[in-house]
């Protein structure tokens, strides 16, 4: 590992000018190449600080041995040269695209004296027509199978076409009618070019006059009483509308564009791309990278255009079907700086092309459809890679050897911390067993020992309630008994196992005792959390399903029963020192506990001033990142659901015993709180389904929650009222609703 330092460039070398530079390993391979606007500022911040980098550019500027740039005279030109570098040295720090030009195409032989159409993969050959490319080659021997019916072009091999030729007499397909058999002459070098040429004015979208032409013809047959021939032209009309159908409508206006979408997370990104011809989708493409280098979406979008049309030439028109630069290219961001990227797709088309995000309309909606492609190709890739058996198992290995662990985690558990600026505090347990999510064991909390923003303090509150209760499990089942030294211990109870409450308390205090903690020490006494030893913790009362084994007394599932092999942490340093303290103070030394940080995906452990940094390539990391995601998600949507439920709750929600459908029949009928605060007992009675009792209660709280006073706009001075026209409460200031979950 190089130290940048050590070819680190002079000051004053480093030109201030437009240039591409290239780092090399210490075998002169090229392994990053880069384009700049300023090539001393850019390569000057690769010279810094190595902890102030993000780590991937650590990594890669540590793996170089070298740095050299070449001076250009505009953006554009360094565009141009970093194209061309990537696609010459194939740098392993650059984005790499997988799946490329794996797509198959429908190709046009139009520079072969007997055009040919037939099924194309890889790089574009000069004098073919290209349309496409197609998800499937099974979805292009179907259009072509329809169109040759109306367009009997030659689809057969050169070796087929000169064995016809030799013997006389054509193929198959020239028997049926699908082909114009020019290797027997029954059709002229000059009619078959004309033949595939209007092939491929179909192809591209030209349909509406020829089918207008056909319908003229079928017409005159009819006329002349040729039922035969108008008969076949009908059917031929048939085809070829059937054919149009595959490419479905998408944008009134005749449009040329290609509409690029990204869909991504810290190590990945799924990219998708629609070629909309005329205003249909005449193409659809997209592939799978690592996100080697640190980029954003913005630069994942400039490298997605640099992949496109880096070896096109000419608009759409000129190279046929989806293939060529259109002349709108429609992204989620926009390169940063956009200039130079929009005239190098104007210099390559050869006229203006419009790169802009769509902000309404047809295009906006088309973006979405394109995004959610993206999202599922991504979800699918991750799906694949998980669904591995193979792969999970060497995850699970990388993650046991990084860690230090005697044996695989085959149970892991996850937990994050999810606010609303310290409001609507809850925590969040998700549990992959064998590298898989098990649903039915994830848990949730309610943070109530405090008040305020605190995940440290959360993480602590959590860790030590969920393994609390696992300690309760295992004191009830008489497992814990057995690992104890003392003999005397081991004996159960003599009820046969169940232990009564106040035994139950003595012993679990014992056991902390008897690692140094007795339960008012540290400031963190059991009973500090709002639930005594035998109560049932909120987690239970919270959990979004349940499951585990089986509680043979009570017949109702044993919650928490598992321990697992390795306790996750969404955070660094201070969360994992938490949750260790946590386990510490309970006296559980055998669970291994990590962190992983969102920023630059390091992998924290207990008392390491230094985070243990995984391969970028690494499934391990992987699978950490997919629990730690998972876990992210599951608080998220326990913390909305409370918010959304808080946001909901009126004052009837205070009346006791009122439930929905009586508070639905309240304000219907009197058509809001207001009215319904200022009625008397005797009109709220006239409700259906309200009794004297109930209206009494009803008025007796809604009296009760009036507001002493109207509420005040702290920034405007200006009364606050409700959708009834009530005022909101006293003195509200505007910023209270405002925040963001994290």
């Known amino acids: 590992m190089a130290d940048p330092s050590s070819y680190r460039p002079k000051p004053g070398q480093i030109p201030d000018s437009p240039g591409v530079y290239k780092f090399r390993d210490e075998h002169r391979r090229v392994i990053y190449v880069g384009k700049a606007k300023s090539l001393r500022q850019r390569l000057s911040s690769y010279f810094q600080d190595i902890t102030n980098l993000h780590q991937r550019t650590a990594t890669m ?30 740098p392993r720090f650059n984005v790499k695209y997988r799946d490329d030009k794996s797509y198959p195409s429908l190709a046009v032989t139009m520079n072969e004296e007997f055009p040919r159409v037939q099924v194309m993969r890889g790089p574009k050959r000069k004098g073919v027509r290209y349309f496409g490319p197609y998800a499937h080659a099974w979805a292009i021997r179907e259009t072509v199978d329809l169109l040759l019916r109306v367009f009997p072009v030659r689809t057969c091999s050169a070796g087929v076409f000169k064995r016809s030729a030799q013997i006389g007499r054509p193929c198959l397909l020239g028997y ?12 002229s070098p000059q009619d078959h070019r004309e033949l595939a040429e209007e092939f491929s004015d179909f192809m591209a979208g030209h349909t509406g006059t020829y089918l207008r032409r056909l319908e003229q013809r079928m017409k005159d047959a009819a006329a002349a009483m040729e039922y035969e021939q108008a008969a076949r ?28 979408a990204v869909a991504e997370d810290e190590l990945e990104a799924a990219v998708q791309i629609f070629h909309v011809r005329g205003g249909r989708v005449r193409g659809q493409r997209g592939w799978v990278t690592d996100k080697v280098e640190a980029v954003d979406t913005a630069g994942l979008v400039e490298h997605a255009i640099q992949q496109l049309y880096g070896d096109e030439r000419g608009d759409a028109e000129q190279s046929g079907g989806s293939g060529g630069v259109p002349k709108e290219v429609l992204v989620p961001a926009l390169p940063e700086p956009e200039e130079p990227v929009a005239q190098w797709l104007a210099e390559r088309r050869g006229s203006h092309v419009s790169l802009r995000v769509p902000q309404r309309g047809d295009k906006k ?17 991750k799906t694949k890679r998980a669904s591995d058996l193979t792969t999970r198992s060497r995850a ?17 558990e996850c937990y994050d911390i999810s606010h609303l600026q310290g409001d609507d505090v809850v925590a969040s347990m998700v549990v992959f067993e064998d590298g898989l999510a098990r649903k039915s064991e994830y848990r949730r909390f309610q943070i109530k020992s405090f008040a305020g923003q605190d995940d440290v303090r959360s993480m602590h509150e959590v860790i030590t309630r969920r ?10 089942t008489s497992e814990w008994e057995e690992q104890e030294e003392n003999p005397q211990d081991q004996q159960g109870p003599p009820d046969g196992g169940r232990q009564q409450p106040d035994d139950h308390d003595h012993d679990l205090a014992d056991h902390l005792a008897g690692h140094g903690h007795d339960l008012a020490g540290h400031g963190h006494d059991l009973a500090g959390y709002g639930h005594d030893l035998t109560g049932h913790d909120d987690a239970a009362e919270q959990d979004e399903a349940v499951g585990g084994p089986i509680d043979p007394d009570t017949g109702r599932p044993r919650k928490f029963a598992y321990p697992p092999q390795l306790v996750v942490v969404d955070g660094g340093q201070p969360q994992v020192a938490a949750a260790s303290r946590a386990l510490a103070e309970l006296g559980i030394d055998d669970v291994a506990v990590c962190g992983l940080a969102k920023r630059l995906e390091e992998v924290w452990l207990p008392g390491d001033d230094d985070p243990v940094i995984l391969p970028r390539t690494s499934e391990g990391l992987y699978l950490l990142q997919r629990v730690r995601d998972e876990a992210h998600r599951f608080a998220i949507a326990y913390q909305r659901s409370k918010r959304s439920k808080s946001m909901k709750a009126g004052a009837l929600d205070a009346v006791p015993g009122l439930g929905a459908t009586r508070k639905q029949a309240l304000l219907k009928h009197f058509g809001s709180l207001k009215r319904l605060r200022s009625a008397t007992i005797a009109e709220i009675c006239e409700v259906p389904g309200i009794g004297l009792r109930t209206a009494e209660t009803v008025a007796a709280t809604l009296a009760a ?3 002493a006073g109207p ?3 702290t920034a405007t001075g200006e009364i606050i009222e409700d959708s009834d026209g009530q005022s909101a409460g006293p003195a509200a200031d505007p910023s209270d609703h405002r925040g963001k979950s994290r």
């Open 61 to 90: 500027v540590t793996t170089a041995a070298s740095v050299e740039w070449t001076v250009v005279s505009t953006e554009v030109e360094a565009l141009q040269l970093e194209y061309s570098w990537i696609k010459e040295f194939d």
């Open 176 to 187: 049926i009618g699908k082909c114009s058999a020019p290797c027997v002459g029954r059709i």
């Open 233 to 260: 032209l009908r059917d031929d009309i048939e085809a070829l509308r059937r054919a149009m159908e595959k490419n479905a409508v998408v944008l009134a206006d005749a449009t040329d564009a290609d509409l690029i």
């Open 365 to 381: 909606d088309l973006m979405a459809t394109v995004q959610r492609n993206a999202q599922q190709a991504l979800a699918l890739h």
């Open 396 to 412: 699970l290995e990388e993650i046991a050897t990084a860690l230090d662990l005697d044996t695989a985690p085959l149970r892991i």
């Open 467 to 476: 393994f609390r209760r696992y300690l309760q499990e295992k004191q009830r």
């Open 705 to 707: 929650a009036a507001p």
């Open 711 to 713: 509420a005040v706009n």
